[in-house]
């Protein structure tokens, strides 16, 4: 029997193949995009309801009346600022989508939300710990570690009935408000930790940053 | 790009062109495959060579459908071969012997030597091998002799199939049988079928002195037969009408255990069948072998790629694991939804082209599922008998 190669086949095969495959990447960048974009309106939306506690502090100047509705929006605020970080690192580190804009506009959210937790605790008396994590996504083979330790640290404390917030900066995009953080705290070297204002230069344990915290309190 | 999305990317486009061949070749010949076939009326003398080991349990049944066949009773002649059995086969076997009947005993040496053994003492111009565990329908034989009107066809394989049960495992097994029995089909009109299975795959007798006889050493030797008849450039056709019924593994253990050995015995008879991947052995050796050293690798690398997915996953996922989730929906997803979505509809192809047959939803939907599984099961116990060197042995 003389054999032969179907070509045809093959080479048909071959270009609904690739079809299929363009048409899949395509849906792909729609959906990284879209990814993006609800983040960024995330931001926005975040940074709307901070703007109306700032409003209210300022109107009230410095009286304690309104603290139960300031406390209960900042931990949601918080929260919800956290998480889009955490969203944010998602695209970043596991689908290669970096939006430096978009980092820099979270960031300023961060800090608008970490001042105002500090004064709405400085007024109305809360006992949370504040917690900055000063990292850098260029050479800092440390600073992924001291994410995971940070958090663990956090989440063994919330056991305990300790409630510590957390805000986590990238100091080399060349954020201005990150670099300002990083001037007023000290911040040379990456990772470090600030905590309740005291900077921890370097790696710290889950265990160590346990000890720090429950000392400034 | 990361090279693990390299790699995603070239597993994702391999799969869509693979089932996208198989769906091609469908369609090409949808017309084809179930036409019966025209025939010369030749009607040659058959030999039916059973070689038994241990089969008390199912000869009898076995033999009750071989001596019930359609075909002329002086053109039939049946040969059982005791492979040194410890049980009573040999003498069960033994009283049905008749003159159209011979029972041979001999010391044990395995199924492909049993063979060789009954081959040799065969008359016929054809030679049928044949399973102690598997029966025959009446037609069978009259369904297989019209392909050999092809002089350059040397042997035709048989629909394998499972009696429908409600074992689940058995159920199974079924659906899966008659999606390779499609695909066998398909693959018949490249050349390019790769095994003539044990139950009822019959051959020219003349191809045995030609090409020689069964690997009395080998895991899967009738997979390496049909390979090497394709290596001597002859035709295997695939009927889908001559039904022979086989009886499964019916636990995982014996499932896993077989499964372990097509695919030591069935790697090595692609690798020493390697030299065949070159433009004059066509679709066999230009897609078919490759195919399936390609698929081994991908399998391989996707379970590698998920296991580094699920590893290095940032801790702080467990916060926002739902919208990560979401956020994972991407390229590669489309392509794994309409690669799963076609196969669903090849499965569904496969299963309406036989006449008769009905699947439970329940069983689809479980093979569906579970198949993905098993696959991994054993073949993560074929890599790791290979790596181990464990003896090369039934």
Redesign the interface.
Same mark, same amino acid.
């Given at each position: 029997?003389k054999?032969?190669? $179907?070509f045809p086949?093959?080479a048909?095969?071959?270009v @609904? $193949?690739l079809a299929?495959?363009v048409?899949? @990447?395509y849906? *792909?960048m729609l959906?990284?995009q879209a990814?993006v974009r609800s983040i960024s309106d995330d931001v926005s939306n975040i940074s709307e309801k901070v703007a109306s506690i700032q409003l209210l502090l300022l109107s009230e100047g410095n009286s304690s009346s309104f603290c139960p509705i300031y406390v209960s929006q900042l931990d949601s605020i918080d929260e919800d600022v +956290?998480?889009i970080g955490?969203?944010l $690192?998602?695209?970043e +580190? +596991?689908?290669?989508i970096y939006d430096a804009e978009l980092k820099k506009k979270y960031f300023i959210v961060e800090a608008e939300s970490y001042l105002l937790s500090g004064k709405v605790r400085t007024l109305c008396g809360g006992d949370e710990v504040l917690l900055i994590n000063f990292y850098s996504n260029r050479d800092c083979a440390k600073c992924?570690d001291q *994410?995971?330790e940070v958090?663990k640290a956090r989440d063994a404390l919330s056991d305990e009935g300790i409630d510590v917030k957390l805000f986590s900066f990238d100091g080399e995009i060349g954020s201005p408000v990150a670099e300002a953080f990083a001037m007023q705290y000290n911040v040379t070297t990456y990772p470090s930790v600030i905590i309740n204002g005291r900077t921890y230069a370097g790696y710290r344990s889950s265990e160590d940053l346990q000890a720090y915290i429950k000392a400034a309190r | 790009? %990361?090279i693990p %999305?390299l790699l995603n990317y070239a597993i994702?486009?391999f799969s869509?062109?693979t089932l996208?061949?198989f769906i091609?070749?469908y369609l090409?010949h949808r017309n084809d495959y179930h036409k019966p076939l025209k025939h010369s009326g030749w009607t040659p003398s058959v030999s039916i060579v059973m070689p038994a080991y241990n089969e008390e349990k199912y000869i009898v049944s076995s033999l009750r459908t071989l001596l019930d066949l359609d075909y002329p009773e002086d053109k039939l002649e049946l040969i059982v071969v005791d492979d040194g059995s410890t049980d009573n086969t040999y003498k069960v076997a033994k009283a049905f012997e008749g003159p159209n009947l011979h029972v041979f005993t001999k010391k044990n040496g395995g199924k492909g030597a049993a063979l060789n053994f009954g081959i040799k003492n065969a008359k016929g111009e054809l030679v049928a091998t044949m399973d102690a565990d598997s029966y025959v329908t009446k037609n069978t034989i009259r369904e297989l002799i019209p392909y050999f009107d092809d002089l /350059?066809v040397m042997a035709v394989t048989p629909a394998v199939k499972i009696r429908e049960s409600s074992h689940w495992l058995k159920e199974f097994q079924r659906v899966e049988y008659l999606m390779i029995l499609f695909s066998r089909k398909l693959l018949s009109f490249? /050349?390019s079928v790769p095994v003539t299975p044990g139950p009822f795959s019959i051959f020219r007798r003349a191809v045995f002195d030609e090409i020689g006889y069964f690997d009395e050493h080998n895991l899967v030797e009738d997979q390496e037969i049909a390979l090497r008849i394709q290596a001597a450039? =002859?035709?295997i056709k695939s009927s889908m009408t001559a039904e022979v019924f086989t009886e499964p593994p019916d636990s995982m253990g014996d499932l896993i255990t077989q499964r372990v050995r097509w695919q030591r015995g069935g790697i090595r008879n692609y690798w020493k069948y390697r030299g065949m991947i070159r &433009?004059?052995?066509? %679709?066999?050796?230009? =897609?078919f072998v490759p195919l399936n050293f390609a698929a081994l690798t991908a399998f391989f690398l996707l379970l590698g790629l998920l296991a580094y997915s699920i590893l290095s996953t &940032?801790?702080?996922?467990q916060?926002?694991w739902f919208?990560?989730l979401?956020? %994972?929906?991407?390229?590669?997803t489309?392509?794994g939804t309409?690669v799963v979505l076609t196969s669903t509809f090849f499965l569904w192809l496969a299963i309406r082209s036989f006449q008769g047959e009905r699947v439970k939803l329940r069983y689809l939907l479980s093979f569906l599922i579970f198949y993905w599984y098993i696959m991994v099961g054993y073949n993560v116990l074929f890599l790791f008998k290979e790596l181990k060197r464990e003896r090369y042995s039934w």
């Open positions: 029997m054999r032969t190669v $179907s086949i093959y048909a095969a071959f @609904i $193949s299929i495959f048409i899949g @990447i849906i *792909g959906i990284d990814n +956290e998480r955490y969203k $690192s998602y695209l +580190e +596991e689908k290669g992924r *994410g995971v958090l | 790009m %990361d %999305d994702a486009f869509l062109f996208n061949v091609l070749l090409k /350059d490249i /050349d450039n =002859y035709k &433009p004059e052995y066509g %679709d066999f050796g230009m =897609y &940032p801790y702080y996922v916060y926002i919208e990560a979401g956020m %994972d929906v991407t390229f590669v489309f392509v309409f």
